[in-house]
């Protein structure tokens, strides 16, 4: 099972941005992978997908400010986000899982997560 470790996160004033970086410890080129968010006293929801084709997908509230990306060449996720806003607080996981036919993901692993906050 491949591991997955994140980082990038940290504080930023509303309107900032940050990269996160989501190192496997195996090859990552045939999996599906994402990343998802939780917000203190709420459910993990998923932020974006990206395939083994890299194609991607995004929740509607970052569409057009983050941007999820891979680089098989050395077994890594990242995801730019741009112009955050407070709502966007929470930790950040990365997961490796399996886009069903219908585009549902299916997670099969997580990493540890990474703290993003967001200052108003």
């Known amino acids: 099972q491949v591991q997955l470790v994140e980082s990038g996160g940290g504080l930023v004033q509303a309107g900032g941005s940050l990269r996160l970086s989501c190192s496997a410890s195996?090859?990552?080129?045939?999996?599906?992978m994402a990343w998802y968010r939780q917000a203190p006293g709420k459910q993990r929801e998923l932020v974006a997908t990206?395939?083994?084709?890299?194609?991607?997908n995004y929740r509607d509230s970052v569409k057009g400010r983050f941007t999820i990306s891979r680089d098989n060449a050395v077994n890594t996720l990242y995801l730019e986000m741009n112009s955050l806003k407070p709502e966007d607080t929470g930790v950040y996981y990365c997961?490796?899982?399996?886009?069903?036919?219908?585009?549902?993901?299916?997670?099969?692993?997580w990493g540890q997560g990474t703290q993003v906050t967001v200052s108003s």
């Open positions: 997961s490796v899982g399996v886009m069903g036919y219908s585009s549902t993901y299916y997670p099969k692993n």
């Open positions: 195996g090859s990552i080129f045939s999996n599906d």
């Open positions: 990206i395939t083994d084709n890299k194609r991607t």
